[in-house]
């Protein structure tokens, strides 16, 4: 009996080890599926977590954000270009007292320079520093500051030249003349000459130069003259501002200016209305001229590119500060 016993027991006892060896083997791989469920699961949560802190920070931003495409996002900030975009110098010249008598005083000039200085410099990209302001300068004072802007001055730079007093022409020749304080009467050695003035545009090595002049006979700096406004969408805006420009703006072409000229005024006005952040001079010109005519005085304001320079067709932006 003993014997037979012990014939079953040892059969019996590999089953039952066999038994208890597949119920581990099973056993660990339920645990290694259970643990590799969740390690998605957990990864799936905090991505959901991060994609939903994106979309909050898209929502602020008003731009899209997330984590699969952000390599294909174009958020037109153009750092680059925005880089690469240089100074806005300002020289702001104003005669109203002449020593000669025989020069009729202004009464502005001055007071309408410092305007002009004061509005680009609050509202525009025209740091103070970057600023010259002459009250009554002579001869020698302009052509030193012009001298030292062309010596400052580089490739991406943008300069804004603006005069305001007694203008004089010789119409035959088509030469005009700014008049500083120590011009003596009939004496054109003694004027600024609009031609000086293109020669020293010339040795401006900058992007865009613009000229605004609140003078009588101002028009003979033109070779040709622009009426189209222009459209300020972003794509025309970028495209006038790559392109070069040499442009003049001015009060009346040849014909005499009227004292407490309007035109510096309506130009101060719509700078400080403009809202956008791009402003091209044709459009400021458009909205000037248009006041200037409907207020009634003896003015036609001009603009159009300055005869003898390297003018490519560009334009002059105003950039509103943010």
């Known amino acids: 009996m003993t014997q037979t016993m012990d014939y079953f027991r040892k059969p019996l006892f590999f089953v039952l080890a066999w038994a208890m060896l597949t119920t581990w083997a099973v056993a660990q791989t339920s645990s290694e599926n259970a643990d590799n469920e969740r390690k998605p699961k957990k990864k799936r949560d905090v991505n959901e977590k991060i994609n939903s802190q994106s979309e909050a920070v898209s929502q602020v931003y008003d731009f899209d954000i997330s984590l699969t495409n952000i390599g294909d996002l174009d958020l037109d900030f153009d750092i680059a270009e925005a880089s690469q975009m240089g100074k806005y110098y300002g020289l702001f010249i104003g005669v109203e007292k002449y020593q000669d008598k025989n020069i009729k005083t202004l009464d502005k000039p001055v007071q309408d320079a410092r305007e002009l200085r004061k509005v680009l410099t609050d509202l525009y990209s025209f740091e ?43 119409t035959k020749a088509g030469v005009g003349y700014w008049l500083p304080i120590d011009a003596r009467n009939n004496d054109e050695s003694s004027f600024f000459s609009n031609s000086v003035l293109r020669d020293y545009i010339n040795r401006l090595d900058s992007k865009h130069t613009l000229v605004v002049a609140d003078a009588c006979f101002s028009g003979a700096l033109f070779t040709t003259r622009s009426t189209a406004a222009m459209s300020n ?14 442009r003049a703006f001015t009060s009346t072409a040849l014909t005499e200016a009227v004292d407490n000229s309007v035109f510096l005024e309506y130009i101060v006005r719509e700078l400080r209305r403009n809202k956008d952040v791009y402003l091209a001079a044709e459009n400021l010109y458009h909205s000037v001229k248009e006041n200037v005519i409907n207020h009634g005085v003896n003015q036609n304001p001009q603009y159009g590119a300055i005869n003898g320079t390297k003018d490519s067709g560009g334009s002059f932006i105003f950039i509103r500060k943010k």
Do not use: C, W
């Open 128 to 170: 103070l520093e970057n600023t010259y302001l002459l009250e009554n300068p002579t001869l020698k004072d302009i052509l030193d500051k012009l001298k030292e802007l062309s010596q400052k001055v580089t490739p991406n730079d943008n300069v804004l030249i603006f005069y305001a007093g007694h203008g004089k022409a010789d």
């Open 233 to 246: 969408a972003p794509n025309i805006i970028k495209k006038m501002y790559s392109d070069n420009s040499r």
